[in-house]
């Protein structure tokens, strides 16, 4: 039987390439940003408003939708799509990197892990087989393994814990058994080049559906993050997608495009729009609270086309945060999510039309400091 998932490459510019990827969904056009709901909620923003801002993904996470309201009651009211009205793809995380950075409150054994509810202190453990399970109620698009995200700059725990996600990695396809999920390896190994092409190829290896990589921008600098991007591009195989997970700024849609990178997600554009920053296209960023924007009439972003641009002032915006109106955290929301989603559609064509560096060059993005970045998987 034909697989419900295909990913046909339409064109390159150097590295960076456009594709498209068949769900049961929909057809997801590459490369792409996803917003995080991790709760099976983006935060502040209403499924309509992801919709007109032309978000075509949406990621949950399976460790928060197993502790509450639970899988078991999701799958009960139809699924996630019906459960948060999402009618297009959605991606599921195994929750591996929100049960390691438990620290105090998790034991990892070669089996599982056992840890701690955030919530209430409360006993569980993650095994392969029951992330998959968990993830089948769930009823995402596309479903990731159980890996164990490792502190980027320790080698002895990055060599330990690549073998158990490379164990578990196997363990899980062979649990699965929905065929309509895309089950994603994901690719660990820290900021060391021999751990990254060693799981890179491993992972390649095993025949999963599309390769995420992992345990990226979460402490190491841009500068070692890009280095093993190109590490994996010259591995992973050409005709699957991959998935950088956790990263989302301006700098970083462009340097992760460029090496190869076609899915992106990011819990980052609403946590700055909660608090009160807001991208430019340029990868500069506002903090609107500031009093120089009181009386500043122009809309955020000059050219940007997003609902809170077309109808709002720089001035209004300050007056909400300064009120502590709800609001202002949806329209910057609804701003910095239109952002990054639309500048990927503009890569895309960019790289349709074999013109990616000149566009990037156009841009003027800059690489700023990544302040709020870090373990930005977690809301």
Same mark, same amino acid.
């Given at each position: *039987?034909?697989?419900?998932?295909?990913?046909?490459?339409?064109?390159?510019?150097?590295?960076?390439?456009?594709?498209?990827?068949? #769900?049961?969904?929909?057809?997801?056009? $590459?490369?792409?940003?996803?917003?995080?709901?991790?709760?099976? #909620?983006?935060?502040?923003? $209403?499924?309509?408003?992801? +919709?007109?801002?032309?978000?075509?993904?949406?990621?949950?996470? #399976?460790?928060?939708?197993?502790?509450?309201?639970?899988?078991?009651?999701?799958?009960?009211?139809?699924?996630?799509?019906?459960? *948060?009205?999402?009618?297009?793809?959605?991606?599921?995380?195994?929750?591996?990197?929100?049960?390691?950075?438990?620290?105090?409150?998790?034991?990892?054994?070669?089996?599982?892990?056992?840890?701690?509810?955030?919530? +209430?202190?409360?006993?569980?453990?993650?095994?392969?087989?029951?992330?998959?399970?968990? &993830?089948?109620?769930?009823?995402?698009?596309?479903?990731?393994?159980?890996?164990?995200?490792?502190?980027?700059?320790?080698?002895?725990?990055?060599?330990?814990? @690549?073998?158990? $996600?490379?164990?578990?990695?196997?363990?899980?396809?062979?649990?699965?058994?929905?065929? +309509? &999920?895309?089950?994603?390896?994901?690719?660990?190994?820290?900021?060391?080049? +021999?751990?990254?092409?060693?799981?890179?190829?491993?992972?390649?290896?095993?025949?999963?559906?599309?390769?995420?990589?992992?345990?990226?921008?979460?402490?190491?600098?841009?500068?070692?993050?890009?280095?093993?991007?190109?590490?994996?591009?010259?591995?992973?195989?050409?005709?699957?997608?991959?998935?950088? *997970?956790?990263?989302?700024?301006?700098?970083?849609?462009?340097?992760?495009?460029?090496?190869?990178?076609?899915?992106?997600?990011?819990?980052?554009?609403?946590?700055?729009?909660?608090?009160?920053?807001?991208?430019?296209?340029?990868?500069?960023? @506002?903090?609107?609270?500031?009093?120089?924007?009181?009386?500043?009439?122009?809309?955020?972003?000059?050219?940007?086309?997003?609902?809170?641009?077309?109808?709002?002032?720089?001035?209004?915006?300050?007056?909400?945060?300064?009120?502590?109106?709800?609001?202002? /955290?949806?329209?910057?929301?609804?701003?910095?999510?239109? #952002?990054?989603?639309?500048? /990927?559609?503009?890569?895309?064509?960019?790289?349709?039309?074999?013109?990616?560096?000149?566009?990037?060059?156009?841009?003027?993005?800059?690489?700023?400091?990544?302040?709020?970045?870090?373990?930005?998987?977690?809301?």
């Amino acid at each position: *039987m034909a697989s419900l998932f295909q990913f046909v490459l339409e064109g390159y510019s150097g590295r960076a390439r456009a594709g498209l990827f068949s #769900t049961p969904h929909g057809v997801l056009e $590459t490369p792409l940003f996803a917003p995080v709901g991790t709760q099976a #909620t983006v935060k502040a923003i $209403t499924p309509a408003q992801l +919709d007109e801002l032309g978000a075509s993904l949406v990621l949950a996470n #399976t460790y928060h939708l197993y502790l509450r309201p639970g899988d078991e009651l999701v799958a009960e009211m139809g699924g996630l799509h019906k459960f *948060m009205q999402w009618t297009q793809p959605i991606l599921t995380d195994s929750g591996g990197f929100q049960v390691f950075s438990l620290a105090a409150r998790r034991e990892v054994d070669a089996e599982g892990v056992n840890f701690r509810s955030h919530l +209430d202190g409360s006993s569980h453990r993650f095994t392969p087989e029951k992330v998959m399970r968990i &993830q089948e109620n769930l009823g995402a698009d596309m479903i990731m393994v159980l890996d164990e995200c490792a502190e980027p700059l320790d080698r002895a725990y990055n060599e330990q814990a @690549l073998l158990r $996600t490379h164990a578990w990695a196997k363990l899980c396809l062979e649990a699965k058994k929905r065929s +309509d &999920q895309a089950l994603f390896g994901i690719v660990q190994g820290g900021i060391f080049r +021999d751990l990254r092409e060693q799981s890179a190829e491993f992972i390649a290896s095993l025949g999963f559906d599309g390769h995420a990589i992992g345990g990226l921008s979460v402490g190491e600098s841009k500068e070692d993050m890009y280095a093993m991007l190109d590490v994996v591009d010259a591995i992973l195989p050409e005709d699957k997608p991959r998935y950088l *997970m956790g990263v989302g700024t301006p700098e970083d849609l462009v340097e992760g495009i460029r090496r190869g990178v076609d899915l992106f997600d990011c819990v980052l554009p609403t946590r700055l729009g909660r608090n009160n920053a807001v991208f430019l296209r340029s990868g500069e960023r @506002l903090n609107l609270k500031n009093a120089e924007f009181a009386k500043d009439q122009h809309p955020i972003d000059e050219g940007c086309a997003c609902y809170t641009c077309r109808y709002f002032s720089r001035a209004y915006l300050r007056h909400l945060i300064q009120a502590k109106e709800m609001l202002a /955290a949806t329209l910057l929301s609804i701003h910095n999510l239109h #952002t990054l989603v639309q500048l /990927a559609q503009d890569l895309r064509s960019a790289i349709l039309r074999n013109e990616f560096e000149a566009f990037v060059g156009e841009l003027g993005v800059r690489r700023l400091p990544n302040a709020l970045e870090q373990n930005a998987r977690i809301e």
